[in-house]
């Protein structure tokens, strides 16, 4: 889900309804701003808090930009790459998940994170706390999967 902010109210609009507008947005090189939803990549952006801005894709990604795709199943996602592979191939995860998702196609790619707004104050994404942000996710997504490694077998246990 994603909203759309004007005058300090946001309301709630499905993404389903508003991929006409991004794409044509998108693809006439112009930018689109929405409130956030959901809790993937907290807390680099934040649930119904952050704004998020997406702009044109260029030809080639790197690691650790923030692209917005569509699943096979029709799903629309915002996450960060962690790896690119030959072919535009890309493995991508939420920066507050532990699984990985493998093999996204440049094709599912609709547009770029280029700007994220936290009370009303640009976040630079290229700084340093930044980067050391990037820097601290390899550890952060290991200690999300051992966590609920661990809540599976907890239940499990409890379940019997």
């Known amino acids: 889900?994603?909203?759309?902010?004007?005058?300090?109210?946001?309301?709630?609009?499905?993404?389903?309804?508003?991929?006409?507008?991004?794409?044509r947005t998108i693809q006439a090189g112009?930018?689109?701003?929405?409130?956030?939803?959901?809790?993937?990549?907290?807390?680099?952006?934040?649930?119904?808090?952050?704004?998020?801005?997406?702009?044109?894709?260029?030809?080639?990604?790197?690691?650790?930009?923030v692209i917005f795709y569509r699943r096979a199943n029709g799903q629309f996602v915002l996450h960060r790459i962690v790896a690119a592979h030959e072919h535009g191939v890309y493995d991508l995860?939420?920066?507050?998940?532990?699984?990985?998702?493998?093999?996204?196609?440049?094709?599912?790619?609709?547009a770029k994170l280029v700007r994220l707004e936290r009370n009303e104050k640009e976040i630079n994404l290229n700084s340093f706390p930044a980067k050391l942000w990037y820097l601290w996710l390899p550890a952060h997504r290991f200690l999300i999967h051992v966590k609920c490694a661990l809540r599976r077998r907890i239940f499990k246990i409890i379940k019997k």
């Open 30 to 65: 112009n930018e689109f701003s929405f409130c956030a939803f959901g809790s993937s990549m907290l807390p680099f952006i934040r649930n119904g808090k952050d704004l998020v801005t997406l702009g044109p894709v260029s030809d080639e990604f790197k690691k650790n930009d």
């Open 1 to 23: 889900m994603g909203e759309i902010k004007g005058n300090m109210n946001c309301k709630k609009v499905s993404f389903e309804n508003l991929y006409p507008i991004i794409e």
């Open 93 to 110: 995860c939420g920066d507050n998940q532990g699984y990985v998702e493998k093999g996204i196609s440049s094709r599912q790619i609709i």
